[in-house]
């Protein structure tokens, strides 16, 4: 019976002692605050990991991991931790800072509108953050440039689209007069080809004509030759 108890004992301190050395989720966040302050963000992250393993219901630990990962230059999978936690944080205040940090991701990926809607949700829970209204500010005049920018971009390929119509139509109207020029050129050459052989005929029947007389002439000359000599022997 005494041995038995001593087990029974030995049990329960075991137990106990398991129990006493095993972190909690708080306990986790602790640790991995101090290490984010030492900028061991790797390490910080580890430990709101573990937290979160903890209690996975813990927007502490989600917005505090987004930090880190943000530190770790991790924006989508911080923009994800600090999501979680804008769905389940119930306080405005951090729920002010977490919208907050999701207006800087967006702010730096160059999504003004998304930005925007981001830091007024900010400013709608705890509307006495200067840094998040100057931030607004500055993202709405940031959008406006963006936006005039953009026309001026169109505007501009717009401007070279017509100069590139008009090169095209000037372009097209000189190679068709090119090729009526060239047309005209080839239709000279044939004429002139045509004259040509016309007076080549021409000189060919004349000559063929010239050399047919002389023959002609030649005959008659002979026979008038052979005429007199036959005259002589009568």
Known sequence: MVQRTMILLGMLLLSTTVAWGQKTARDYLRSGNKLYQDSLFVKAEI?????????P???????????ALLMQQ???????????ASRLEKDKERLAQIYHNMGVILQS???????????KQSLRN?????ETRYNLALAQKLLKDQEQQQQNQDQQNQEQQQD????DKDQQKDQQDQNQQQQQQQQNQQQHQDQLSKENAEQLLNAVMQDEKSVQDKVKKAIQVRGKKLEKDW
């Open 126 to 130: 705890y509307p006495h953050d200067d």
């Open 109 to 119: 990926s160059k999504q003004y509108p998304q930005c925007i809607e981001a830091y």
């Open 74 to 84: 991790k924006a989508k999978e911080a923009m994800e931790q600090f999501e979680a």
């Open 47 to 55: 430990d709101y990991r573990k937290a979160l393993e903890q209690d």
């Open 164 to 167: 590139q119509q008009k090169d």
């Open 57 to 67: 219901k813990s927007t502490d630990a989600m917005y505090n991991l987004g930090n």
